[in-house]
């Protein structure tokens, strides 16, 4: 398997010199436009180091990695488009600012991307949300998709798609092939992510170019069980079982 040099960069306050910083590996990059990494933060460095330690127990994982969807889910909607509003505040005076524009929905992928669905209830109150269960076909090897179950009205809506991993990216491709089938265009998909491969973000951004992948880090590769590396293991076995 192909792996990328990981980059390495300071990380901590502007205010310090970068000799007084701890370095850390930080996102590969990817010259993909519709791929939109986070700013690779003290922050969000730290919340991915604890996920990522074997040794973190389930309750810190499960918190650690809310704190990541979160940061996910607020700038997945800085991708949504707004309108121009003016509204009058308590004194008398009136604000000029935008609100967002149309609806939306989530859909998670079964089951790892359930986790992320309260991230999504927390910043859209009331938002309704699809599930997909997509898995190998025993005989084919091949992703199956098993059950869908979509809001009725979503080719009307943007589609938040949850997945914490992008691997290979079988699985989310399919999945939006069957958004697209129920009449949802690929520039209105913005895909969340917490790790990726640059294969599977290579895979999303020349199969689906007008959709949006955010994702909090593309990690180095792959390896020979399409696990992310250095990853963190199993994402929905830490989340919910382990
Ligand atoms: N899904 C996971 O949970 N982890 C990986 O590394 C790849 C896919």
Same mark, same amino acid.
């Given at each position: 398997?192909?792996?990328?040099? %990981?980059?390495?960069?300071? &990380?901590?306050?502007e ?8 370095? %850390?590996?930080?996102?590969?990059? &990817? ?8 700013? *690779?933060?003290? *922050?969000?460095i ?37 309108? *121009? *509003?003016?509204?009058?505040t ?10 967002f524009?149309?609806k ?19 910043c ?6 699809? +599930?997909?269960?997509?898995?190998r076909?025993?005989?084919?090897? +091949? ?29 989310a ?22 790790? %990726?491969?640059?294969e599977? %973000?290579?895979?999303?951004?020349? +199969?689906?170019? +007008?959709?949006?992948? &955010? ?11 399409n ?16």
């Amino acid at each position: 398997m192909a792996h990328t040099k %990981a980059p390495s960069q300071c &990380v901590g306050p502007e205010y310090r010199p970068d000799g007084q910083k701890p370095t %850390a590996t930080v996102s590969t990059e &990817v010259s993909h436009e519709n791929v939109h990494i986070l700013p *690779q933060t003290s *922050q969000l460095i730290a919340l991915l180091t604890t996920i990522r330690d074997q040794k973190t127990n389930r309750a810190d994982f499960i918190f650690y990695s809310n704190r990541i969807i979160r940061l996910l889910v607020e700038e997945g909607l800085n991708h949504l488009p707004v309108v *121009q *509003q003016t509204v009058t505040t308590p004194v008398g005076r009136s604000y000029s600012g935008v609100n967002f524009q149309g609806k939306i929905c989530g859909v998670s992928i079964m089951r790892a991307g359930e986790a992320m669905e309260q991230g999504l209830r927390e910043c859209c109150r009331s938002v309704r949300i699809g +599930k997909i269960l997509i898995q190998r076909d025993e005989e084919t090897s +091949k992703p199956r998709l098993f059950y869908a179950k979509l809001p009725e009205d979503i080719a009307d809506r943007w589609v938040l798609l949850l997945d914490p991993m992008l691997a290979t990216g079988g699985s989310a491709l399919m999945a939006v092939d069957v958004l697209r089938s129920h009449g949802v265009p690929e520039e209105r998909i913005l895909f969340l992510n917490l790790i %990726a491969s640059p294969e599977g %973000a290579n895979n999303f951004a020349q +199969k689906f170019p +007008k959709l949006r992948v &955010v994702t909090a880090f593309v990690d180095q590769g792959l390896d020979g069980k399409n696990y992310i590396v250095p990853g963190l293991g199993d994402f929905g076995d830490r989340y919910y079982t382990m």
